[in-house]
Every structure is written in C-alpha cells, then in structure tokens.
C-alpha cells in the first residue's frame, strides 16, 4: 500500500501495540466469565487465578436462571427491543421517504424541528412524560419504555434514512410508477432494498443501544415483572453484601446478546459510525 | 388534459408526503415537544407531582444557584470532560496504526468498538468492583509493594473522580478511533507518501499531516463527547459511585434522578436543573453548526 509505512520491523512494533490494545479490551469479559465459575471464597483468595477445573461453579448460571429468573429478564428486554425498532423502522421508513423523495408544504420547517429535536436529552424531558404516563396508566408497561425510545430516536433514524434514500435515483421510482406501482409498492419494492444499509444499521445499533440502557427504564418501570435486564441488574449489583461470583454470572449472560450481534454485524456498525452517523 | 394529469398527481404526493410524517410529528409532540414545554413551565412552580401546583418565578433557580450542590455537579461534570482530550489522543494514535493495515487489523479494529457494545452497568460494575478497598487494582498495587497506594479509591471525591475519568476514557476510546479512521478515508495517500519521502517520523506525520486534515472530525468527535459527558454518562455513575460520596461525584443529569427519587419530591426543583441541562446542550449545539459553517466556508 502507497502512503503507509513499509519497515517490518515498525510493523511488527504496531501489531503488538495493537495486540496489547486488544487485551485491554476483552480482558474484563475474560475476567467476569473465569470469576463466574468461581465460588465466593476461590474469588476473594485470587481474583486473577483460573477456575477449579475440578469444580467449576455452574451453580452461579443454575441461579441466574432459577432464582433470579434472568430469561424473564431477557424476555421483556427483548419485547421492548423489537417493538422499538419496529416502529423506529415503519415510522422512519415512511418519514424518510417523504422527505427525501416527495414534495409538500412546509417540508424543511418539519424536517428542521424533527432534527432538532434531536439533542434534547432524555433526562429533560422524562418526568413530565412520567407523570403522562402514570396519569393514563401507562408506568410500568412495556409501552411506556418503547414511546420513551421513540421519541429519543425517531429524529435520529430519519436523519439517517433520509441521507440514505436520497441516493436512490428518481429515475427508478418515475419508472416503478409508470409500471403502475402505488406507495407501498414504492416502499416495498424500492425504497426499502435500496435503502437496505441504513435499514440494517438502524435494527442493530438500536438493538444494542436499548438492550443496554439503563435510565428510561429504571424511571418507568419500577414493577418487579417488568423490569429490563440492566434495570434488575443494577438493582442486583446494588447491594454491596452480595455474592460477587454470582453477579459475575449476570453480567456475563446479559452482555452475551448485544456482543453476538456486534460478532455478526460489526462490518455494518464500523461503516456506520466511520461515516459519523450516530452516537 | 395532461396539465390536469399532472396538478392531480402532484397533489397526490403532497398528500402523500404529509400522511407519512404525521406518525412521527404525533409522536414527537406528544414524547419530545409538550415535555420540553411543560419542563420550562413546572421548573417556575413548586409542584410536587400531585396537588402542589404555584408559580413561584425564579424561586427555584435561585435555590438551584445558591442553597443545592449546584456548582459540585458542574464541578463534577467540567472533571468528567478531562476524559475528553485524553480518550481523542489515545483514538488518534490507535486510528492512525489500524490505518497501516499491518496484518489482523480489521480484527483489531472490530476489538477496539468492543467496550462500546458493553452495557455501562456492566462496565460500571467491573471498574467498582476492580477499584473496590480489597478489590484487583489494590491487591496488584500491594503485591508489588505499593501498598501506600492503596486507598479506598470510591472513597473519597478526588479519587472517585479520577476512576470515573478513567472508565469513561476507556469506554469512548475505540469510538473515537473508528470515527477518526473513518475520516481518515479521505486522505490521499500520496500525500503520506510524499511526508514519508520528506523523512517525517510517526508523530510528524500523526500531528502535522493528519490531524490539520481530518480536524473536521476531530472536532465533531469533540463535540459530540461533549455533549455525551453532560447527558450519557448516568449509567456509569450509578453502578460505579451512585453520584457519592455525598454528590461529590454526581453530575446534573444524575441530580435530576436523585431528586426524582426522593421522598418529598421537589419536581419543579427538578425540572429547573432539567432546563439549565437543556441550555448547556443548546449553547454546545449551536457551538457545533457554527465550527461547521466555518469549516464548509473553507472548503
């Protein structure tokens, strides 16, 4: 490659810096996994040694599951992440559209004021909308915690979609309508398979993002039932007296979703955030 | 016949047009619109969230600047943002050794963004855990004959402030890389072979070559983490310190759910330290599309 450095020597100098880099990263999620399978007293003694082969403590996982009911946990973190990214996705979707693609009145003003809406932080706006939703009986619902993230990022996924879709060329939806094709046939056949990169990183980055929150739900959802994992876990980790191996368990099996579908779809975030669309 | 044709379909579209951002004009008004509203409102009154309801003017701003922890908590959030500096040098250096491409760097890449895919309660939690009196950190520092250094690091506001610094510098360091290395994209390479040919070293090349070209970058990355220290940072705090000791290591935001929570809930007190936030977000915003104006009137 022209431009770069060429000596060997300085490449291997970077490739262990890299590496060293790298360790820093993953160690904790190696530290909490070993720590897991430990009990209380192998822990305190050394945290840094390897688990007892001879008695590995799944009794920690076999908890999680029984006692604190951590798939429960996993359930309504789930329900409200598909639900998010399902109205993200069909309301962004449709708004991107008509902005990028269709002519109206008043279109820049409204496009302005969704943007712009953009940087007001949640923290501002969450006790009116608690008090909102405890007057119409909504506290304590999934739905509480989904309208909450649409508002949060609504503006962010038509700022993204509407810069993608505005690539699409008018030249294929003049001709999918003179092929008689209506609105949805426009969304579904094109607008939708061109814009596939915004698409995709919008469902992955907004899994993560709600998989991981912990305020929204923490102010809204305060019943034992309903509880996302983070809000249960922090609640867990909270009491200092507790066993630390087996809250290792919890986070151990809480990061596992949101970092299996980095495994899978990193190249998409990478090119997302390198392109500076979102944080 | 084929003007009408045409008016007719226009309007179609304008219909149309309309039709598909109403979902989202209803959801902002309701989620984001009539709370910004009623914030600025409630923060004049002494409300409770019940039945106590009176204007009270500025009674509670006053309050705010001169009988609540106030200026700890921008104290707090001015310390956070040493992060900020540290977590773009530490980017910048790894951004521009992913870009040599040296054997497994797109894996290095993908391990870099790894902190920013972990849940901040989860993150916050290993470094209380790591920075606990009988925790890692100090059973590594004892062992190697550092005992002295020992302390009881969440004890007490310095200290506490500087493990918050740290964890969140650890935190945004490969979100800054990936998006320096995005804009490092647009660098032609000749220009780094013709700095190369020049006898410029690594930090010549790094500080004069790059940084004046992907400064643009630079500082949305700056900006953006900015504003990100002000408001995305409560997670951290809540598993690492719970804004103690006392609220020497709360911030504004996490002041808002201290108060949210507390028994005898002062909301309009509340919603006035939500406003001050909005303004601090609203002056670094306007901040951020004036760097970018002067930029694209050099371009």
């Known amino acids: ?279 | 016949m084929k003007a009408v044709v045409k008016t007719n379909f226009r309007r179609k579209k304008a219909i149309q047009g309309i039709l598909s951002v109403i979902p989202t004009i209803i959801v902002l008004l309701f989620i984001r619109f009539y709370p910004i509203g009623e914030a600025i409102y409630r923060s004049f009154t002494n409300w409770n969230g019940l039945y106590q309801n009176d204007w009270v003017g500025f009674q509670n701003y006053i309050d705010i600047f001169t009988n609540s922890p106030f200026w700890t908590l921008l104290r707090n959030s001015f310390v956070l943002l040493i992060s900020v500096p540290l977590q773009i040098f530490i980017g910048l250096l790894v951004a521009v050794l992913l870009y040599e491409e040296v054997a497994g760097w797109k894996f290095f890449r993908a391990i870099v963004y790894v902190p920013q895919i972990i849940s901040a309660v989860i993150i916050g939690y290993l470094f209380r855990i790591a920075f606990g009196l009988d925790g890692p950190i100090n059973l590594v520092l004892r062992k190697i004959g550092l005992g002295i250094m020992s302390i009881e690091w969440l004890g007490n506001s310095a200290s506490a402030l500087f493990v918050l610094v740290f964890c969140l510098t650890w935190f945004s360091i490969g979100w800054q890389a990936i998006i320096i290395l995005g804009g490092m994209t647009r660098i032609s390479p000749s220009i780094l072979e013709s700095a190369n040919l020049d006898g410029a070293n690594f930090w010549q090349r790094t500080f004069l070559v790059i940084v004046p070209i992907i400064l643009r970058t630079i500082e949305y990355g700056a900006i953006m983490s900015i504003v990100w220290t002000f408001t995305g940072t409560f997670a951290f705090i809540y598993s690492i310190t719970y804004g103690g000791p006392g609220y020497e290591t709360s911030t504004i935001d996490y002041m808002i759910y201290t108060k949210f929570y507390q028994a005898s809930a002062n909301y309009g007190f509340a919603t006035g330290l939500a406003v001050i936030l909005l303004i601090i977000i609203l002056i670094l915003t306007f901040a951020e599309m004036k760097f970018t104006n002067r930029v694209s009137d050099w371009e």
Request: charged residues 10%; positive net charge; contains cysteine.
């Open chain 1, 1 to 279: 490659m022209s431009g770069k450095t060429k000596g060997r020597t300085t490449k291997i100098l970077i490739f262990i810096v890299l590496a060293i880099l790298a360790i820093s990263n993953l160690y904790p999620l190696l530290f909490v996994f070993l720590n897991s399978l430990k009990n209380r007293p192998d822990y305190l003694t050394n945290p840094f040694s390897l688990p007892n082969l001879n008695q590995l403590a799944w009794g920690n996982y076999a908890t999680m599951i029984s006692q604190f009911q951590i798939l429960k946990l996993f359930k309504n973190t789930l329900i409200i992440s598909v639900l998010t990214i399902f109205f993200l996705l069909t309301f962004g979707i449709v708004a991107s559209y008509a902005f990028s693609k269709l002519k109206f009145i008043g279109k820049e003003v409204i496009y302005f004021l969704i943007i712009s809406s953009m940087f007001v932080p949640v923290q501002v706006t969450i006790i009116p909308i608690y008090m909102l939703f405890s007057k119409i009986h909504l506290v304590n619902t999934y739905w509480s915690v989904v309208i909450t993230y649409l508002g949060m990022f609504l503006s962010e996924t038509i700022l993204l979609m509407t810069a993608t879709f505005r690539g699409i060329p008018d030249a294929i939806i003049e001709a999918a309508e003179l092929d008689g094709a209506g609105y949805f046939d426009i969304l579904r056949y094109v607008i939708v398979p061109m814009g596939r990169p915004a698409i995709v990183l919008c469902i992955i980055y907004y899994f993560i993002v709600t998989w991981n929150d912990l305020f929204t739900p923490l102010i809204l959802l305060t019943d034992m039932d309903s509880r996302t994992v983070m809000v249960a876990l922090a609640s867990l980790i909270s009491r200092y007296s507790g066993d630390p191996t087996f809250q290792f368990a919890g986070l151990f099996l809480a990061a596992i979703p949101a970092i299996l579908v980095y495994v899978i779809f990193q190249k998409y975030i990478i090119k997302g955030i390198g392109e500076g669309s979102t944080r």
